[in-house]
């Protein structure tokens, strides 16, 4: 089971290119949705995507099943868990907290949890950037095995106090799930109401957003989706994160539709004043203050990626183009820079080619003579290669097993992570994914 995204959430934060964008886009939404049905039916997503611009929704549709067992579509009204999307809520409750004079961004957070070591020299904005060097509670080695079970805040804050600091605060930037669960706790604490109100009270009532709330066992019935990881080339369900967990740090259910309502107002001083905005969206060291700067191009984006159990998600808002686009996934299994890059050119009018989805059928023996373990001395781990059914696996040292299609007989790939491996020749075997290109041999 998939953990709440932490050190991944920054799949989607890229950068393409200096080509200037010269007069009015015109957007493919018939290529776009070509691409998100072929990646459908090719077992590689299923999820809904909404895209606004001028407060005005351009296109929406769903893709898939919201409840693949019961063969329950997804619309464009399903709810998806959004992870760590949720952080930008929480940022906005806390920018809304700072202009009540209710909170100070050097509020120290001794002021409420003096327990957790160096709290004295935490400030709120350590928190919201990302330098406190407060310990992530989703790091912790058991967390897939409690994470489906109810914890109370004392319980997460003895987790957090008992574990020593990663690093001492504004040394460096490194993503914690658990900054964004304490501001959760200590927008609860200032306010005397739990999240979930201030979450209604404070962004919902006032973006007129009717989807999204704090969540809770995901209920089909109220078009709530469940979700999936690939297991060979079928879809298995995922199990699900109680959500008393990420609380601040990814707890929120929502919409595509509202998602871009969420951004479009925030962005047109809604929610907070522009002031607040600019504060906000500037960045210190790595990260913002939960909103990361997401450009293509030259346009700057804002926005955040999500992710938890068999859920994905994204938000980003283009200010100049007033264009808001978000996309839920609750089955993945593709690249997800590539699948964002490829709605972004097409969402833009730029020339886009359809990824190649072909893959061919090799026998148990051709596979299997591939099977055994690899290593390099300029590679840290070794990579196991095993038949599993009908299914060729790779396995790093200490990471799980994923499945490997083959596009020749020789030739394989793993969509999800951008991976392709190559066997070039009897017990030699080359993997690239992104800048990374190394040959190991079997040992």
Known sequence: ????????????????????????SFSDYKRLDTLLTQLTEHNKFMGTIAVSKDHRTEFTKAYGYADLENRVPATPKTKYRVGSVSKMFTSVMIFQLFEEKKLKPDSKLSDYYPA??????????????????????????LYVQWCVEPKSHDEILVMIQNHPPV???????????????????IIEKITGLDYSTNLQERICLKAGLKSTYYGKMEEIGDNESYSYSIDGSDWTKEKETDMSI???????????????AFADALFDGELISLKSLDEMTKT????GKGIFPMPFFELTGYGHTGGIDGFRSVLIHYPSEKLSIAVCANAFNYNQNDILIGILNLIQGKPYTMPDFNTIKLSDDQLR??????SSSDFPL?????????????????QSAFPLE?????EFKFDAGGIKINFPSSGKLNIKQGGLDIVMTRE
């Open 167 to 185: 690093f001492e605060p504004d040394e460096k930037s490194e993503y914690s799930n658990s900054n964004f669960i304490l501001l959760g706790y």
């Open 116 to 141: 957790i070591p160096n709290s004295d020299k935490i400030s709120i904005l350590n928190m919201l950037l990302h330098r406190s060097g407060i310990w992530s509670v989703t790091d912790d080695s």
């Open 1 to 24: 089971m998939k953990s709440l995204t932490s050190k991944a959430i920054l799949l989607f934060i890229f950068f393409l290119g200096s080509t200037h964008l010269t007069g009015q």
């Open 284 to 287: 210190e060291g790595t990260y």
């Open 406 to 410: 083959p596009v020749s007989e020789t």
């Open 369 to 374: 003579q591939f099977e055994g373990v690899y």
């Open 246 to 260: 990420p609380h601040g740090a990814g707890a929120v259910v929502s919409t595509t539709e509202d998602l871009v």
């Open 382 to 398: 070794k990579l196991t290669i095993k038949l599993n059914g009908e299914t060729l696996t790779a396995q790093g040292t200490g």
